[in-house]
């Protein structure tokens, strides 16, 4: 199929006022009657044909004004000649059947384990109904549903229900992507929240009978999220009542239809006895992230899918703010950073790379990305910073005032920051605009007094992209004294060109600096550093993100040292300062851990190719444990420090047991280095009381291949948790050693309870297997044929789903030629699959070009 293209857009031809929907529900037969009242667009061309969206639909019959029309639909949706369309407003409707059961696909309206449930974003209403399927095409809903589930839920408020059928309406105008109805055998667990303005709100989270003990956490989380967003930015909640349900299969994370947000069961089900603390940590913020949409996607939403960032980099932002004031700025802005670097670095430099706005896409469902969401937050950081934190709040209420009810353009957004602050953001737009990730490199001089720092920025081709303009890069930086003192107070330095100095007066030594603090823009910096430097910073850097950042650094270096050499010693000066970290009692125990826990293997690889090495996973897995069997060794009370942190009383998941139990855990990892039996971890998975402290031990059995007899404890205990069993797959799937990852991957995938269909089951085998780096590349190409082997298999059942997992291999080329050769094959093969789905077809396509 040809690309869509941003340049093309036109305005649709004619516009949907009202929506009226009846849902006669039946698990293989559902029948689904539309009304829509419909007129011209006055901002469109007049007298063009009609033409609908629809796939997958068997219509029954179709009238404007009552009277039938002649249609003939065809795979993607049917057109009326204009000279049959009124031009002036008219009422459509059409009957159509549709089969959940046997949409597998998880878009449009499915069964997820006996309850309806639908899908909507991006294009899954035309599944549904014949509709103009685009976001901007905004309506009021009414809905009837009717069967026999107890449970039947759309968007808005109920307004009417009996014995067998149920009536919502939503007085908001939307686009069809935010349509939701779910029904089927529900319970809710309750509570109400009242507004600044004083307006009780109920809200209900609806799950499967049994998990109803499983929902305070998500509530909780839901009650907070709703104040924070009247007090960070003045939105309040615009509904009487505010719905979440979870579901088992779902293609991601969580849905924001309006009053009704569809969930993963997994971003929702939380206990302590099944539930990490990063479970704890993820549903806060996605029950955040989908609630916060609210005003950030559903009362202003996109004109098209190419201004997806402009929804979904704002509410990332906005979700990382919250989290940051709900726990620990510093942490969470390291762990966002760790998560930018491993997935949006990565795809900004690969086959894959594409603009925040992306300018054509043949499936939209494969633009949900890194690149749009982690870099689009990134993006509105960088201008929160460059206009200040007060013009930033002006702007954002310029934005809600005026774009209200809209769908809003890139263009729109950054015109409310340039009327709010009067300040030209031309250049600033190329962020949008232009793929890759900036390299500043960094020379330094000192003479005469004078500090100055020489920053020269470059942006490398990336696809379609071959050459690229200086962007704007605002650098907040301190000086250091070399006792640690900040002699030069942070300022945000902005580079806009090419190559750009700048010029410290009056100090009486040599400073050292603090670059790109708090990770102030998404760049890669290229610094000259030797160890002294990294040392320095590791012990005295103010910045708590540079300071973390000089330690991981400094790790890094060391690890493309041993690579190197594989008889090098890791260097004291590392041990010694990491060490300090940890005692370093002043410091927060999150932060601690973070700090001690060493480069991810793809880092390593990353850093040793930018060191002119190609690197072997296997060679980066054994440095890897060398050093940290090093660093266990320098560390003599390691066991007296673990139990010093264990949480007395009850599991709580706030943060400060949180981060307790992080390095807690971190230090059972390094103490494991050094017993060959694995007697503590062992220990400990025999005594946790909660899911965190179980995975923590588990998951260092499994990886020193002793997890045998725990790993069929777990199961025993487990195997009717779905959600927990996941967990049971996963840490298999992403720690066994490379021996036996293959072999033991295709033994799992063999299992009854492998349920490859469900989305979370499937990625929690497959997609976690991707993940174990010496496993899935190891050079015998085992483990490239299996994951091949299971992307063929679930693209006719899901192609959403295997088009994402399938993302693994965009970093093909930068390994060895024996292994691209292997994976080459596998890709191929794909590629050469009859029937390939157009998701999975575009990204091999991609990432093979
Ligand atoms: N806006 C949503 C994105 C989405 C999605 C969610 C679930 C299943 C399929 C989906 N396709 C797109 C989720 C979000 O960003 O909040
Ligand atoms: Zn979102």
Not at 368 to 387: D, P
Request: with cysteine; net charge negative; proline share 6%.
């Amino acid at each position: 199929p040809s690309p869509i293209r941003l340049r093309d857009y036109t305005p649709p031809a004619y516009l949907v006022d009202a929506v009226h929907l009846t849902f006669r529900l039946n698990q293989t037969a559902t029948r689904v009657v539309a009304r829509l009242s419909m007129r011209p667009n006055p901002a469109a061309e007049p007298g063009q044909d009609l033409r609908f969206d629809g796939e997958k639909l068997g219509l029954i019959r179709a009238t404007i004004d009552g009277q039938p029309v002649q249609v003939n639909p065809d795979d993607t949706g049917l057109t009326v000649p204009a000279a049959l369309v009124p031009d002036a407003p008219f009422t459509w409707e059409a009957e159509v059947e549709i089969d959940p059961t046997g949409n597998t696909a998880l878009e449009g309206l499915y069964m997820s384990k006996g309850m309806y449930c639908t899908q909507c974003e991006a294009e899954g209403f035309r599944k549904i109904t014949y509709f103009p399927d685009r976001p901007d095409v905004m309506a009021t809903y009414t809905v009837r549903i009717e069967g026999d589930a107890p449970v039947m839920l759309s968007n808005g408020n109920p307004t009417a229900r009996g014995d067998g059928w149920a009536e919502w309406h939503d007085p908001w105008p939307k686009p069809s992507y935010l349509f939701a109805l779910v029904a089927g055998n529900l319970v809710s667990h309750d509570d109400s929240f009242t507004t600044r303005s004083g307006r009780k709100v109920d809200l209900k989270i609806y799950v499967r009978p049994g998990d109803e003990g499983k929902c305070a956490y998500a509530m909780d989380a839901l009650k907070r999220s709703m104040r924070w967003d009247e007090e960070a930015y003045g939105r309040e909640y615009d509904l009487d009542l505010f719905m979440i349900v979870a579901v088992d299969d779902f293609n991601m994370g969580a849905m924001e239809n309006k009053g009704l947000n569809i969930f993963n069961a997994k971003y929702v089900l939380a206990s302590p006895d099944t539930a990490t603390d990063q479970d704890y940590e993820r549903i806060e913020s996605i029950i955040a992230h989908e609630y916060f949409h609210n005003w950030t996607g559903n009362r202003i939403t996109c004109r098209d899918w190419f201004q997806l960032c402009l929804k979904e980099g704002l509410t990332v932002y906005r979700d990382q703010q919250f989290s940051g004031d709900q726990r620990s700025h510093a942490v969470k802005r390291i762990d966002d950073v760790l998560m930018l670097r491993a997935r949006q670095f990565r795809e900004d430099a690969g086959p894959l790379a594409h603009p925040v706005r992306p300018v054509e896409y043949v499936e939209i469902n494969n633009f949900y990305t890194a690149t749009v969401y982690e870099k689009g937050a990134e993006v509105i950081g960088m201008l929160r910073r460059l206009v200040g934190p007060e013009a930033y709040r002006r702007a954002l209420d310029l934005y809600f005032e005026r774009h209200d009810g809209q769908a809003c353009t890139i263009e729109d957004w950054i015109a409310v920051f340039e009327d709010a602050t009067g300040r030209n953001l031309s250049q600033f737009s190329l962020w949008y605009a232009q793929s890759g990730t900036p390299r500043v490199r960094v020379q330094e001089t000192w003479k005469d007094g004078v500090f100055t720092l020489t920053f020269s920025q470059t942006l490398p081709p990336t696809p379609g992209q071959p050459d690229k303009e200086p962007m704007v890069i605002p650098l907040a930086t301190a000086l250091l004294s070399p006792e640690g003192a900040e002699v030069v107070a942070e300022q945000v330095l902005e580079l806009t060109q090419a190559r750009q100095s700048f010029r410290f007066e009056g100090l009486s030594a040599r400073p050292v600096p603090s670059i790109n603090r708090g990770f102030s823009a998404p760049v890669i910096l290229e610094q000259d550093m030797d160890d002294a430097r990294r040392g320095f910073l590791l012990a005295h850097d103010t910045d708590p993100f540079n300071r973390w950042e000089a330690g991981r650094e400094f790790a890094r270096a060391v690890l493309v040292r041993m690579l190197k050499d594989p008889a090098h010693a890791p260097e004291e000066t590392l041990l010694e300062g990491l060490h300090a970290v940890l005692a370093d009692e002043t410091l927060d125990p999150e932060f601690r851990a973070l700090a001690l826990r060493l480069p991810t293997a793809e880092e390593v690889f990353d850093a040793a190719r930018r060191d002119g090495q190609t690197p072997d996973p296997a060679m980066i897995r054994q440095a890897l444990l060398r050093l940290e069997t090093a660093l266990a060794r320098r560390i003599p009370d390691l066991r007296a420090r673990l139990d010093a942190l264990a949480v007395p009383g009850p599991y709580s998941p706030d943060a400060a047991s949180a981060g307790k139990r992080a390095l807690r855990g971190r230090l059972l990892a390094l103490l494991t280095r050094l017993e060959p039996d694995a007697a503590t971890a062992r220990e400990l998975f025999a005594s946790a009381d909660n899911m965190t402290e179980t995975m923590q031990a588990l998951s260092l059995l499994v990886a020193t291949g002793q997890g045998a007899q725990a790993l069929a404890r777990f199961h025993e205990r487990w195997a009717s948790e779905g959600l927990v069993l996941d967990k049971w797959y996963a840490v298999q799937a992403s720690l066994t050693p490379p021996e036996n990852a293959p072999e033991l991957v295709a033994e799992l995938a063999g299992r009854a309870d492998f349920e490859w269909k469900n989305p979370n089951r499937f990625r929690s085998l497959i997609g976690a297997f991707a993940a174990n780096m010496a496993g899935f590349h190891r050079a015998d190409g085992a483990g490239y044929r299996l994951f091949a082997d299971w992307l063929i298999r679930l693209d006719p059942v899901n192609p959403q789903t295997t088009a994402r997992v399938a993302g693994a291999f965009e970093t093909w080329r930068q390994f060895d030629a024996g292994r691209q050769a292997l994976i080459l094959t596998q890709l191929q093969r794909i590629s050469d699959t009859k029937g390939l789905s157009k998701d999975t077809t575009e990204i091999v396509g991609r990432i093979l070009e």
